[in-house]
């Protein structure tokens, strides 16, 4: 068995570990700060199997100028990051067509049909399936014209097995009264679920795979020399196979290698309500809005946002502030004080596809990164996909198409 690294202890890294462990070899995680904050943590905690439709499609280009310039909507660029960004908004807009829209959506479909087959058994061996809420998420929409532009999507999915329930304003209510009057039209998708608290997993799955045997290293990685990753203070660990998990950072990993991906930092926020003063059933999705609420164990999460800003600017909290003042609107009985705010940095690729596969230069080195929004969707399915290319087995799902090979 294999001596295997992994760089990054999200939840991509640790179900990498867990089922790398699973197959007998020798796993070491190394983090920066195995339990601190991470993309991972702060999430909607959303099981989201609807969400294999790439964030580019036709027509969202007419959008983004509205968006920019309202203080409410979902996307904001940070003008200093906008160089940067070219070349991955190119390949975003480029993938923007009908075709490009069926192509991603065949790959991500299997993937996400793989959900609760992976999921259900590491919450069960995490003893956490009290966690796991299978009650279906609501889309709302305020307007007719948003409802119809989304019936070509609400085909898309229904033809890979979601059910998509289409009901009017007054059918949301009675499924969640604390909906304003403001909602027109819902669509019901009873397959999506939610979690108590996407924190508790993470945590839980590293103290697990610790106790089955895998070494968590705190160390910042820095570059890979051979088959040795050098650590900012000077040590190296040697490895047979090393994943590279970094979430939003692991772009510099693949540069060193020659590889090239189109990844960036989807700066996403929320804001945690501890006493909301209202409830709901389900996670809801505010479909013209983009941003979505969940009730979660410690309050009700309003999350959402896109932001374009790199890894290192620092958070701007207005956008949690916004997202509360959103979910005010739609939710009128919604008490918005004592909200925690937090920002997370959802690693997203250009095409809304993971990177999951081989190294086209270094077969010993395997890409695990680029989850965008759906990681926790993914995750479990992930690492089964990383544990079987490296047992040389036929994959549960295809992972050609999300090889970083596309970049090149
Ligand atoms: C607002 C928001 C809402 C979301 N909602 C959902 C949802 O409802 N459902 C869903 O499925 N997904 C959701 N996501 C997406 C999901 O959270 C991410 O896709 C997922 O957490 C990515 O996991 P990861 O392990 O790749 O990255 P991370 O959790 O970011 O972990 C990467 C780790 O790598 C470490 N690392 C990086 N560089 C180095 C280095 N050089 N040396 C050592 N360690 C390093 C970091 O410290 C970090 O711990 C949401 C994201 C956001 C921001």
Redesign the pocket.
């Known amino acids: 068995m294999s001596r295997i690294l992994i760089?990054?202890?999200?939840?991509?890294?640790l179900c990498c570990a867990r089922a790398l462990r699973a197959d007998g070899h020798d796993v070491v995680v190394?983090?920066?700060?195995p339990p601190?904050d991470?993309?991972?943590?702060?999430?909607?905690?959303?099981?989201?199997i609807t969400e294999f439709i790439p964030a580019s499609v036709p027509g969202l280009a007419w959008k983004v100028p509205g968006w920019l310039v309202d203080p409410l909507g979902p996307l904001s660029l940070r003008v200093a990051h906008f160089p940067k960004l070219v070349p991955w908004l190119l390949r975003f807009l480029k993938s923007g067509t009908w075709p490009g829209v069926g192509r991603i959506t065949a790959a991500l479909a299997p993937l996400a049909g793989r959900t609760y087959d992976d999921m259900l058994p590491l919450l069960a061996e995490l003893g956490l399936m009290d966690d796991l809420h299978r009650v279906g998420a609501l889309w709302v929409y305020d307007t007719a014209e948003g409802f119809a532009a989304d019936a070509r999507f609400r085909e898309l999915r229904r033809r890979y097995g979601v059910v998509c329930e289409e009901i009017d304003g007054a059918e949301a209510r009675r499924m969640e009264p604390a909906l304003s009057a403001s909602v027109q039209y819902a669509m019901f998708t009873p397959q999506w679920s939610h979690v108590s608290d996407?924190k508790r997993i993470v945590d839980r799955l590293r103290e697990h795979v610790e106790q089955r045997g895998v070494a968590i290293i705190r160390?910042?990685?820095?570059a890979i020399a051979g088959t040795e990753l050098m650590l900012a203070d000077g040590r190296r660990l040697a490895f047979d196979r090393l994943v590279v998990?970094?979430?939003?950072?692991s772009s510099r990993f693949a540069a060193q290698l020659g590889d090239r991906v189109l990844l960036e930092s989807e700066?996403?926020?929320?804001t945690t309500l501890p006493e909301p003063g209202i409830t709901l059933g389900r996670e809801i999705i505010f479909a013209e809005r983009a941003f979505?609420a969940?009730p979660l164990d410690m309050g009700l999460r309003i999350?959402?946002?896109a932001e374009f800003a790199g890894l290192d600017a620092p958070p701007n909290y207005a956008r949690s502030d916004a997202l509360a003042e959103l979910g005010r609107r739609y939710l009128p009985g919604l008490n918005t004080k004592g909200g925690t705010r937090w920002m997370?940095?959802?690693?997203t690729t250009a095409d809304s596809m993971p990177v999951i596969g081989r190294s086209p230069k270094r077969p010993d080195i395997v890409y695990a990164?680029g989850?965008?929004?759906?990681?926790?969707?993914?995750?479990p399915t992930t690492g089964r996909l990383v544990a079987e290319l490296i047992a040389d087995r036929p994959t549960a799902v295809d992972v050609a198409p999300f090889s970083i090979a596309r970049f090149q």
């Open positions: 760089i990054g202890a999200g939840i991509i890294g190394l983090d920066r700060d601190g991470k993309c991972s943590f702060g999430n909607a905690g959303g099981l989201g996407p160390g910042e990685a820095e998990a970094a979430g939003a950072w700066r996403g926020y929320n979505v969940t999350g959402g946002a997370g940095h959802r690693p990164f989850h965008g929004h759906t990681g926790l969707t993914f995750g």
